[in-house]
């Protein structure tokens, strides 16, 4: 099983609707999760951080969290067609692991349409 | 959010030739910076972690030799592409974490595109 898998899409939705990104993991020791956003040509930008279970809002974005079940998601509301980009989840294995990278899954690519 | 920079942002070189790309921390001290690799439409793929004042830690399949690393103070990692050849074209970026934002936040570089011709 891989460590984190992502549908790598693309994921299409009208403008203004809500896009949802899923993104399972294996790790049960993971503490921390994130989600990026990586435009085509540019390095991932950090979206969203999530600790705990349950969900995290942060403007248009929200994270959800699901340890048990091993699965954590990032919604987009209000869809923009700037928001169109691929989205990287990444579990962190545990707090205050300086030294330990982040292992990313393929991403999910989302499109927006106009 | 910590500012991670590279330079250079892009370069052409000739095959047989040795790059150099340098990651800094502009605005805190990384003891650890890591840096990727990411071919057209592929992931982001951890090549080697880079720690400050020791030996850097590679991936499996990741040449020592032809990636050298040097970590020689906490703001600044290098990455030297050694006798580059065209398939090592790619998109490099490097990363780092900063401890006054939570220590397992990593933050990227914004890149540097290395075509070999």
């Known amino acids: 099983q891989k460590e984190v898998e992502q549908n790598s899409g693309p994921l299409s939705v009208p403008e203004g609707a809500i896009a949802s990104l899923n993104c399972t993991y294996s790790d049960r020791g993971s503490q921390s999760f994130f989600w990026y956003r990586q435009y085509s040509g540019k390095s991932p930008e950090l979206i969203m951080s999530?600790?705990?279970?349950g969900d995290k809002e942060d403007g248009r974005f929200t994270a959800q969290l699901n340890k048990a079940s091993q699965y954590v998601s990032l919604l987009i509301r209000d869809s923009r067609p700037s928001d169109s980009a691929t989205y990287l989840c990444?579990?962190?294995?545990?707090?205050?692991?300086?030294?330990?990278?982040?292992?990313f899954g393929k991403g999910t690519r989302l499109s927006v349409i106009a | 959010g910590a500012v991670v920079s590279q330079h250079p942002s892009w370069v052409i070189c000739k095959s047989g030739t040795s790059v150099k790309i340098e990651c800094r921390s502009l605005?805190?001290?990384?003891?650890?910076m890591f840096w990727y690799r990411q071919f057209p439409k592929q992931s982001l793929m951890l090549m080697a972690t880079?720690?400050?004042?020791?030996?850097?830690?590679?991936e499996q399949g990741v040449e020592k030799d032809k990636f050298l690393i040097n970590h020689a103070s906490l703001t600044l990692s290098t990455l030297t592409v050694t006798s580059a050849h065209p398939e090592d074209s790619s998109f490099y970026i490097c990363?780092?974490?900063?401890?006054?934002?939570?220590?397992?936040?990593?933050?990227f570089g914004p890149g540097t595109r290395l075509t070999v011709l």
């Open positions: 990444a579990p962190n294995k545990g707090l205050n692991s300086g030294n330990t990278p982040l292992v």
């Open positions: 999530i600790y705990s279970n």
């Open positions: 605005d805190f001290q990384a003891t650890t």
């Open positions: 880079s720690n400050e004042g020791s030996k850097a830690t590679y």
């Open positions: 990363s780092a974490r900063d401890p006054s934002y939570g220590a397992d936040t990593q933050y």
